[in-house]
T-cell receptor, first 114, second 115 residues
Framework: AQKITQTQPGMFVQEKEAVTLDCTYD???????LFWYKQPSSGEMIFLIY??????QNATEGRYSLNFQKARKSANLVISASQLGDSAMYFC???????????FGSGTKLNVKP | DTEVTQTPKHLVMGMTNKKSLKCEQH?????MYWYKQKAKKPPELMFV???????INESVPSRFSPECPNSSLLNLHLHALQPEDSALYLC??????????????FGPGTRLTVL
């Protein structure tokens, strides 16, 4: 089974609107971390936000928030007030326990329309 | 400072050439990673170094040879590559602690073309 699933290959959003990018994960380890990265066309992977499996509250970082639903094993990224510069590929990733390996989803290509 | 640097930014090489990719971080991180990424695909893990020792090799062909001279540097030596090895090569680092909060930070990548 895939560790990380992103079911939206591409998304469009109007500038200044909010958008949710979906991510579900699969693990039996009680200790894990979930990460979102942004990859513009330039290629660099930019870390956006982190959520730990034991965190009680949803993570937030500026316009980014993570909607963490543990029972559903989902970790959706919410971007508020979209900007043209948000157009990029977005990857969800997970690290299990104390193992130095990160699993990536297939990514979602976000296009922000003016 | 969360900067990871990679050189060169672009590399074109023939199948008989030998070249090296370099990665450097000054964040005191003890884990370093090499990924290969094809267009419109997620990064694929190649190697992980933890405390300067190779801890993960994802069955990468021997024409790719990693090296970690010290805790700040990571090299990837390339020899007799194939055209299908053309890709974006990303280096990343993390603290390397045994905790799930350990966050990877990536460099800008090297775009490799094998002719």
């Amino acid at each position: 089974a895939q560790k990380i699933t992103q079911t939206q290959p591409g998304m469009f959003v109007q500038e200044k609107e909010a958008v949710t990018l979906d991510c579900t994960y699969d693990t039996s380890d009680p200790s894990y971390g979930l990460f979102w990265y942004k990859q513009p066309s330039s290629g660099e992977m930019i870390f956006l936000i982190y959520q730990g499996s034991y965190d009680q509250q949803n993570a937030t970082e500026g316009r980014y928030s993570l909607n963490f639903q543990k029972a559903r094993k989902s970790a959706n990224l919410v971007i508020s007030a979209s900007q043209l510069g948000d157009s990029a590929m977005y990857f969800c990733a997970m690290r299990e326990g104390n193992f130095n390996k990160f699993y990536f989803g297939s990514g979602t290509k976000l296009n922000v329309k003016p | 400072d969360t900067e990871v640097t990679q050189t060169p930014k672009h590399l074109v090489m023939g199948m008989t050439n030998k070249k090296s990719l370099k990665c450097e971080q000054h964040m005191g991180h003890r884990a370093m990673y090499w990924y290969k990424q094809k267009a419109k695909k997620p990064p694929e893990l190649m190697f992980v170094y933890s405390y300067e020792k190779l801890s993960i090799n994802e069955s990468v062909p021997s024409r790719f040879s990693p090296e970690c001279p010290n805790s700040s540097l990571l090299n990837l030596h390339l020899h007799a590559l194939q055209p299908e090895d053309s890709a974006l090569y990303l280096c990343a680092s993390s603290q390397g602690g045994r905790i799930n909060t350990d966050t990877q930070y990536f460099g800008p990548g090297t775009r490799l073309t094998v002719l």
